[in-house]
């Protein structure tokens, strides 16, 4: 799913398995593109938030394949001196994004399950490059839809959360069904029908708004990601209901 999110971007880093796949969404979906796009944009508004709180070390779990406006660049845009750990199951994702950091002795990236927390805070990589002691900017975006209920998103994310200083940050993007037509269970069909081993999820908010726990979040809350502080026409979807597939939101740990 990694490699279909980088082609829906306009990515180069795919196969034709994937793009087949993209093409089967778009024809239910037109707009899919539109959407990967708006979940882009709030990565960029995400992180330059917290860089305005004063962050400057950042933990991105499921970074997928290198493309425009990753972590670092738009972290390092605001201070140079900030560091990213980038996080990914997929070995295609991890090879490219070890080619892109090469040079960028404040970045790098983990071969690990975000399942498996305790192999990601405990990499040595992670403890390498991150101090856990001080406020960490975790994203976690496209990737809890994923993760099924039996396997319990809310409880993962606890242990996530329970490992970041007070003064950290967590921000997360969920796709949903509130207020979808029948095209997105027909997306999620095609996935489900797919080679992928990926399942999509879709949450309401109430479930959404659970997996940041006792955190607190930001204002204006969990919103269709377009709608969290939106700074630049880029930042939304000319299609509104691509504004709402996908719940993001932004907290902060007391």
Sequence with gaps: MARTYDFLLGGAHNFAVDRELAVHVERVMPDARSAARVNRAFLGRAVRYMTDQGIRQFLDIGSGIPTVANVHE????????CRVVYVDK???AV??????LADDDRATIVHADMRDPESVLGHPETRGLLDFDQPIGLLVLMMLHWVPDGDDP???M?????????GSHLAITHVTADGQDERLAEVTGLIRESRSADNLTERPHDQVVRLFGDFELVEPGVVGCAAWRPSRRGDMSDTPEMNMVIYGGVARKP
């Design 154 to 156: 809310w409880a993962l």
């Design 90 to 92: 997929d070995p295609i």
């Design 158 to 166: 606890a242990r996530y959360r329970d490992a970041l200083a007070p």
């Design 95 to 100: 090879a490219h994004s070890e080619l892109m």
């Design 74 to 81: 738009v972290a390092q845009a605001e201070d140079p001196g």
